[in-house]
């Protein structure tokens, strides 16, 4: 099947490539305005509040993504992968996306009780319920932002997302200010998806959302989301199953240094997820459907991601300490070393076997994505506690860090066996990883070794000195760039691409 425009017009490998650059541009610069704000507004409020509200809202939030991921049957991927967009399959969808939201907001109220209960912290019950509204909410948004995305139309659903999460961000700030009082933490989010909503309603163009159920639409839905619904389940216990743990090892003051060291340590990687699941993953659909060289895109795509990821997760290897101490108090320095151990775990299960994962849901083999994220689950199972026992709560980290590496050997298995191994470059980029983080960290403590310890001074070297080890691939990307006039060049044009 030809890949075509939403007007029905032909519309070649050069065109999907160029949109996919401008949503690749649109993406960054809304993610990168919204960690801008996240990591302002966290400097404030965490010089308000008390590092134990931190660790309660790290509970609350688990608690809120496990329903919505033991719910989730992938209504986005749906309307970003299927064939349909008519008003009777879009309208089923956002039919089933309410009742869901309904359903969730329903069954957090007497689980708040009994979670509290398990931490021993009975105020954790008025903040989930309380928090649970944002899933019904949400349930709300309109599906034109997944339709746009669907499009490679990514300005007006990054422009929400922004606009939502500063309004939600500029009420807590206003909140904390006034009353140090951790419902701050709460109301910013129910803020925000009222804006979210609203804004998607009335801002994005595509089918207006009325209730409607069509069976076969919704049989679609399900048959598509079985393996989202246990991708999206192993999904929370890989990405959420670390707080529940170390919220009953550690207090919840360390559970708060711990969250803030996993922010810092996600604010990358979570940008690259954003490009790979809301520009790659519609860009290599349409590839797919057009029956184009999909393993040739892959490649060509991928590689600007490998380039920013590894700059990214050096630096924050490297400067671990100094990127801590440079922003926060002296309660919040032991981020520091929990920061380098995560970053270098993500690094091979974020950036290397994240990205190997778009494609593979876009050949509709969302068995593979569920296998990835299990497979993090039993390294956590066997490394957690080995971790923890050899070196106690930083071992513990330290296995964490180790189950992304489970991961990531999943997540190649499953790629090499669709045609999309990259395993030569994965071993090239993640050995100028360990250099440039190593010569950061080096530069670093020379630097104090002679004395010299402040730390703008060494934020400053570390930056340097990592970005001189990623000169020349970002000089590669950018005369890719100015070659083909898009970030992810023209497939047909791009085997010759020099690696990292």
């Known amino acids: 099947m030809e890949s075509s425009s939403e007007s029905g017009r032909p519309e070649g490998i050069g065109g999907l490539a160029s949109k996919a650059s401008s949503g690749a541009v649109w993406t960054i610069v809304g993610h990168g305005g919204e960690q801008v704000v996240r990591l302002a507004s966290n400097l404030i409020v965490t010089r308000l509040l008390l590092a134990e509200y931190f660790g309660l809202m790290a509970l609350v939030s688990v608690f809120l993504i496990g329903l919505q991921l033991f719910s989730d049957i992938g209504i986005g991927p749906a309307l970003v992968q299927n064939k349909r967009e008519d008003p009777g399959f879009v309208n089923t969808v956002w039919t089933i996306q309410v009742f869901r939201g309904l359903a969730l907001c329903a069954i957090a109220f007497p689980m708040a009780s009994l979670f509290a209960e398990f931490y021993g912290e009975p105020i954790l019950t008025p903040l989930i319920r309380v928090s649970a509204l944002t899933a019904a909410i949400r349930g709300f948004t309109s599906t034109s932002f997944y339709t746009q995305t669907r499009h490679l139309h990514l300005k007006g659903p990054v422009l929400v997302q922004f606009a939502s999460q500063l309004s939600g961000t500029i009420v807590m700030v206003i909140w904390a200010w006034t009353t140090r009082s951790v419902w701050s933490l709460v109301t910013s989010g129910i803020v925000a998806s009222l804006v979210l909503v609203l804004l998607s309603h009335v801002w994005l163009p595509g089918i207006r959302n009325r209730f409607h159920f069509e069976r076969r639409a919704a049989r679609s839905l399900f048959v598509f989301g079985s393996w989202i619904f246990l991708s999206t389940v192993a999904t929370f216990g890989a990405n959420q199953v670390d707080r529940l743990i170390f919220g009953k090892l550690t207090t919840m003051a360390v559970l708060g240094v711990y969250s803030i060291a996993v922010m810092l340590a996600l604010a990358p990687t979570q940008a690259l997820s954003t490009v790979s699941n809301r520009v790659l993953f519609p860009l290599y659909t349409r590839v797919h459907y057009s029956d184009d060289d999909l393993p040739t895109m892959f490649r060509t795509a991928r590689w600007p991601l490998l380039v920013l990821g590894g700059w990214a997760i050096a630096g924050l290897i490297g400067g671990g300490p100094t990127i801590v101490q440079l922003l926060y108090d002296s309660r919040y320095w032991e981020a ?165």
Do not use: C, N
């Open 336 to 500: 520091g070393w929990m920061l380098q151990i995560l970053a270098a775990g993500l690094w091979f299960g974020i950036v290397l076997g994240g990205t190997y994962g778009a494609a593979v849901l876009a050949v509709g083999r969302s068995d593979w994505t569920a296998s990835m994220s299990f497979s993090k689950v039993f390294g956590m199972v066997a490394f957690i506690p080995l971790g923890y026992w050899l070196g106690g709560f930083p071992g513990a980290i330290g296995g964490l860090a180790m189950s992304e590496l489970v991961r990531y050997g999943v997540a190649v298995h499953g790629a090499v066996g669709l045609g999309f191994d990259e395993r030569r470059k994965d071993l090239t980029v993640t050995i100028r990883v360990a250099i440039s983080a190593l010569a950061g960290w080096s530069a670093v403590a020379g630097l104090t070794e002679l004395g010299v310890t402040h730390v703008l001074v060494h934020a400053l070297v570390v930056f340097i000195v990592v970005t001189a080890f990623w000169a020349s691939p970002f000089m590669v990307l950018i005369a890719r760039v100015r070659r083909e006039k898009s970030l992810f060049g023209y497939a047909g044009a791009l085997s010759k691409e020099s690696g990292v």
